[in-house]
């Protein structure tokens, strides 16, 4: 049984940076696609962005491209959401969900198995 961790969460100011990381126990990231989502109050769970355990390919939602980069740390068994140039539009929880190895990324929650509890970002001065 795979369990992931989240951890990066936080207060920031608009414009401002954080990393988010998703450690995973139980189990290896490197081999799994694990996607990065985020559901604000009152809102769905949304599609931020994607890594493939079979071909590395990484997919970002248009909202983030250019600002938020998604990597593997293979040392660390972890999978990375770098965010830069934060707007108060992406304040949410953010969570990280792993599946199994495919070629495409997929978008879709329930494409994916498991899932970490979340941390806050919030983005206001």
């Known amino acids: 049984q795979v369990q992931l961790v989240e951890s990066g969460g936080g207060l920031v100011q608009p414009g401002g940076s954080l990393r988010l990381s998703c450690a995973a126990s139980?189990?290896?990231?490197?081999?799994?696609?694990v996607g990065w989502f985020r559901q604000a109050p009152g809102g769905e769970r949304e599609f931020v962005a994607g890594i493939s355990g079979s071909s590395g390919r990484t997919v970002h939602v248009d909202s983030v491209k250019g600002r938020f980069t998604i990597s593997r740390d293979y040392a660390k068994n972890t999978v990375n959401l770098r965010m830069n140039s934060l707007k108060p539009e992406d304040t949410a929880v953010y969570y990280c969900?792993?599946?199994?190895?495919?070629?495409?990324?997929?978008?879709?929650?329930?494409?994916?198995?498991?899932w970490g509890q979340g941390t806050q970002v919030t983005v206001s001065s």
């Open positions: 139980g189990g290896t990231l490197s081999s799994r696609n």
């Open positions: 969900a792993a599946a199994g190895s495919r070629l495409q990324v997929s978008t879709q929650t329930s494409e994916y198995t498991y």
